[in-house]
């Protein structure tokens, strides 16, 4: 009997112990967020997994319920960060690392998300017919001067309606409108494709000038494809009047449900740590949310620029005046 139990303790300790993990459902491109993982993976020995959810993620959130594997969400834009925490598939997340490593202004003041990122919508303007110092402002791009000259992806773009979004913090509904049919009346061809799409156009003498995120300069440059693209244009951070150049953000929020609550909470606070967000400037051309991180060198390199000093929960709550406004005055069409 003795021998028996011996052996049936020896063969318990010799059992592996059940891996951490953290599951993901990611909005964010999984070459984007791999280098990060991969490296949380190696310092921790939690497994990261993730599912890429390009849409219906809110949905698929609110169906799963209480039965979600997920215990995070990645997404870009604080419209998506705040559509995931207003349709209750979140919770508050408390932690000193958090508050420490990431400013007030990129973080919700109920602590359900946290930026990790960020980004400037700037203008790409062409080195060869745009002249400096021809566009320094969000207001110049409705001017007649530029009729015929602007390439823009769709108006109904996330990133589009966040920047419309901020000019109705700005200056109003009424001129947020008489800006956006100016941008129309102002655009080369139909709106189509992505970013890079239209630096492709400007290229292409389609048009002079776009607006885009800062970042996807850094993956033209870094594509053979598209180098020629990136070669051909400038980039130039132009402010609202009365304020600076806009700005938005890539983060994270903890699910309601989050079966790996302790591990997640690891892998939020990783990703604010100096390591994490060296990486996400070095790999993915975004500027680190956490202070004394610098940029990389690429992107240092752009230029300086002043950050608008607007809430992004404000700009999240003009989202819907300014999808409406887009359908409004048909941008699209």
């Given at each position: 009997?003795?021998?028996?139990?011996?052996?049936?303790?020896?063969?318990?300790t010799?059992?592996?112990a059940?891996?951490e993990?953290?599951?993901?459902?990611?909005?964010?491109?999984?070459?984007?967020?791999?280098?990060?993982?991969?490296?949380?993976?190696?310092?921790?020995?939690?497994?990261?997994?993730?599912?890429?959810?390009?849409?219906?993620?809110?949905?698929?959130?609110?169906?799963?319920?209480?039965?979600?594997p997920?215990?995070?969400?990645?997404?870009v834009?604080?419209?998506?960060?705040?559509?995931?925490?207003e349709?209750?598939?979140?919770?508050?997340?408390?932690?000193?690392?958090?508050?420490a490593?990431?400013?007030?202004?990129?973080?919700?003041?109920?602590?359900?998300?946290?930026?990790?990122?960020?980004?400037?919508?700037?203008?790409?303007?062409?080195?060869?017919?745009?002249?400096?110092?021809?566009?320094?402002?969000?207001?110049?791009?409705?001017?007649?001067?530029?009729?015929?000259r602007?390439c823009?992806?769709?108006?109904?773009?996330?990133?589009?309606?966040?920047?419309?979004?901020?000019y109705?913090?700005?200056?109003?509904?009424e001129?947020?409108t008489?800006?956006a049919?100016?941008?129309?009346?102002?655009?080369?061809?139909?709106?189509?494709?992505?970013?890079?799409?239209?630096?492709?156009?400007?290229?292409?003498?389609?048009?002079?000038?776009?607006?885009?995120?800062?970042?996807?300069?850094?993956?033209?440059?870094?594509?053979?494809?598209?180098?020629e693209?990136?070669?051909?244009?400038?980039?130039?951070?132009?402010?609202?009047?009365?304020?600076?150049?806009?700005?938005?953000?890539?983060?994270?929020?903890?699910?309601?449900?989050?079966?790996?609550?302790?591990?997640?909470l690891?892998?939020m606070?990783?990703?604010?740590?100096?390591?994490a967000?060296?990486?996400?400037?070095?790999?993915?051309?975004?500027?680190?949310?956490?202070?004394?991180?610098?940029?990389?060198?690429l992107?240092?390199s752009?230029?300086?620029?002043?950050p608008?000093?607007?809430?992004?929960?404000?700009?999240?709550?003009?989202?819907?005046?300014?999808?409406?406004?887009?359908?409004?005055?048909?941008?699209?069409?």
């Amino acid at each position: 009997m003795k021998r028996a139990l011996l052996a049936l303790a020896l063969s318990s300790t010799a059992l592996p112990a059940l891996a951490e993990e953290v599951n993901i459902y990611s909005h964010r491109q999984p070459e984007l967020i791999q280098p990060l993982l991969d490296a949380f993976t190696a310092e921790t020995g939690i497994e990261a997994n993730v599912a890429f959810v390009d849409k219906g993620m809110v949905e698929r959130l609110v169906a799963e319920g209480d039965r979600s594997p997920a215990d995070l969400v990645l997404t870009v834009d604080i419209a998506r960060l705040s559509q995931v925490v207003e349709a209750g598939v979140t919770q508050p997340v408390a932690s000193d690392v958090l508050n420490a490593n990431i400013p007030a202004e990129f973080r919700d003041k109920d602590n359900h998300w946290f930026g990790l990122t960020s980004r400037a919508r700037i203008v790409y303007a062409s080195k060869e017919r745009v002249k400096d110092g021809e566009v320094t402002t969000y207001e110049d791009l409705a001017d007649p001067k530029w009729k015929g000259r602007i390439c823009s992806r769709s108006g109904t773009n996330d990133y589009n309606i966040a920047l419309l979004s901020a000019y109705i913090a700005h200056h109003g509904s009424e001129a947020a409108t008489q800006w956006a049919e100016g941008l129309k009346a102002n655009l080369a061809r139909k709106p189509t494709g992505n970013d890079r799409d239209q630096v492709k156009g400007i290229w292409a003498g389609e048009c002079d000038i776009s607006i885009g995120n800062t970042y996807y300069m850094g993956q033209m440059l870094a594509d053979p494809e598209q180098q020629e693209w990136a070669n051909s244009v400038r980039i130039v951070f132009p402010v609202f009047e009365g304020g600076a150049t806009h700005m938005n953000i890539s983060g994270v929020a903890m699910t309601k449900a989050a079966p790996n609550h302790d591990a997640a909470l690891k892998l939020m606070e990783w990703l604010s740590s100096d390591e994490a967000q060296r990486i996400y400037a070095e790999t993915n051309n975004e500027f680190p949310v956490k202070p004394g991180v610098p940029a990389s060198e690429l992107v240092a390199s752009w230029g300086t620029f002043t950050p608008d000093g607007l809430s992004l929960t404000d700009i999240a709550g003009h989202r819907a005046e300014a999808l409406k406004i887009m359908e409004q005055v048909d941008f699209d069409g």
